[in-house]
């Protein structure tokens, strides 16, 4: 028997939707269009032609169906990040995946030409005839067999053996290859997260580019050529080589082949990456012409504080990351001065803006028990004066309240938006008090159980200037419940590192990125599943390492959410799901292990004037929905692709 979520992919294959569909409109036959930017690469025999180039059965989009223009090729799209790492956004934004998620949030085969999902147990896959890599190398089940059989099971490679994605119940799927169009995964017991796994932002590559990879590989080559590469690239060994250029996700290997929609075009270390277009791109619009439809994608590297001034001046064309509520009035001052760019306000998907995460992992063994108890994390929300921070920072349009499912989900709530997180400073010292926390110095500051002053340091990574603003805020309130915040900002992968080793105190990010859960949504992102969680990165690590590094659980409403979090996937009833979801949400509401602020504040998006098919109303997500991602940036266009900025 399937669940909604089988039934959804099942019903999505059956009704071949526009987004999905394979096969030419009925009665024409598709005539595949040579692009502009590869003719003369296919006039001087470089290159096969386009009708050569894409699958046999490639993705036909049909835009008119799906309320869309059909586009013309060419142009150079703009866009910044603040980091150089940060380029692996366009494996984000382009968005090719096995499967993945239409508008409407229900999976369809993308790179794959179909599958078929027998008792969420086994997962036959069916690749296109014809899929190439954007080197022109046939993908087939050998680049899934290579991974499986070189890269999951190879030791050096995967010291922990095969991810998460290829078990269930702790047990390891198998994989076959029957031929070079299909490939069998079949799990001991159901994988119900399988597919949505498949279909993530940052998605699990069960599968490389076996042709390239093998230089790299001793399964492969003789000791002697692999001691020579390894003293040529000047490598401890020839595992930490293949490692660094076998990333899917970071996209920063220009040899690297790829499905993407655009692929590497320059070295890293510059001021600006640069992206052209897959010749060998499975998806085509129903006239023939091969996505994706703009050229060039420019990715501009700067200061995180540049973002909105130089979108402010038009110097991007499609714009969201990086911007925050508070530069939507910069924006539309621009917009209103005549500068060339529409600023389109999203729904923001993540369960809150703001969260403030108390390691419960901490270090620090006095700390670490006063942190773990419910009434200091509980009084620490009630300290926050929600309405005020949402009235200065964004206009009294967030909804205030605690970490919870957002209300366009059928598991809101509102007494798990409200609980503890009402502003009563009188409960809260009340709560302090009731712990023993009762003794303070000349300055009002309670002291710890070893006398030291309460001065309770959140660490931030120092890229949006709201955290900075609304932890001013709450430096004021707290001081009132006779504690001392201290805001330290730092480098984002710094944070990061200082909460997986547990030397963290407490520290601040968004919410949930997922905050309209349904009852298929898999709930492993409430349980201590991944030390991304940051008031749980030990626990994290254990669950993820298997026990190889990290802490067991040791509180018990964690422990029940680890129980939940199983039964969940052992269950197939929609309402069974459901009510596991209810409870892991009003568990997080009473434990605050994140604590919320406020949510739903729009995310301004920068639209130039020339960009068409960027939806106004969209949806800013990371889980589900990529981004921009799940809007299909390969589909957006330039109304004058002749006139867009052309690269030196």
Known sequence: ????????????????????????????????????????????????????????????????????????????????????????????????????????????????????????????????????WSD?????????????????????????GPPEVMRAGGEVATMTFPDAQTVVIEFPQPNPIFLQSLAGASPPFIYRPAHYLKQFHVDFNTVEEMEEMIDRKRVRGWAPLHNKLDNMYKFDNHELPTLQPWKPASVGGQSRALFVRNPYFHRVDARGVQLPYIDVVE??????????????????????????????????????????????????????????????????????????????????????????????????????????????????????LSRWALYDLSTANAMLDEMGLTTRDKSGIRLLPDGRPMEFVIETAGERQEVENALAIITDTWRDLGIKLIMRPLDRDILRNRVFSGVTMASVWY??????????TPPGYLAPTDQVFFAWPKWGQYYQTRGAAGEPVDMEPAKRLMELNKQWAEVEDPAARSRVWNEMLEIHSQQQYGIGILSEAPQPVVVSDRLRNVPEFGKWAWEPGAHFGIHRVDEFFFADPELAQVIE
């Open 299 to 416: 990715m501009g590297i700067v200061g995180s504080g540049l973002v909105a001034a130089k979108s402010n001046a038009g110097e991007s064309d499609l714009q969201a990351r990086g911007l925050d509520f508070r530069d939507v009035s910069i924006l539309k001052k621009g917009e209103a001065d005549g500068a060339p760019y529409r600023t389109f306000l999203w729904a923001n998907g993540a369960a809150s803006q703001i969260a403030i995460y108390p390691n419960l992992n901490f270090a620090d063994p006095v700390w670490r028990e006063v942190i773990r108890d419910a009434r200091f994390r509980r009084a620490l929300s009630m300290g926050i004066d929600r309405r005020m921070i949402n009235r200065a920072l964004y206009f009294g349009l967030g909804k205030e309240g605690g970490m919870t499912a957002l209300a366009k989900s059928p598991f809101f709530d509102a007494d798990n």
């Open 511 to 520: 919410g949930w990125d997922n905050g309209i859960p349904q009852s298929y």
């Open 136 to 160: 022109g190398a046939p993908f087939t089940s050998a680049d899934f067999e290579y991974w499986w059989n070189h890269v999951a099971q190879n030791e050096e490679l995967s010291p922990n």
């Open 1 to 132: 028997m399937f669940d909604r979520l089988t039934a959804i992919l099942i019903a999505g294959l059956m009704a071949l939707p526009a987004f999905a569909q394979s096969v030419a409109p009925q009665g024409a036959q598709l005539v595949v269009q040579e692009s502009a930017f590869w003719a003369a690469e296919v006039e001087k025999g470089q290159m096969d032609p386009a009708p050569m180039r894409v699958p046999q059965t490639p993705l036909v989009v049909d835009l008119e169906a799906k309320g869309r223009d059909f586009g013309k090729q060419g142009g150079t799209l703009r866009t910044m990040v603040t980091r150089s790492k940060d380029v692996r956004q366009m494996v984000v934004y382009g968005y090719a995946r096995l499967v993945g998620y239409d508008y409407d949030y229900a999976l369809r085969p993308d790179i794959l030409r179909d599958i078929e999902v027998v008792d969420e147990r086994i997962f036959t896959l069916h690749l296109r005839p014809g899929h190439r």
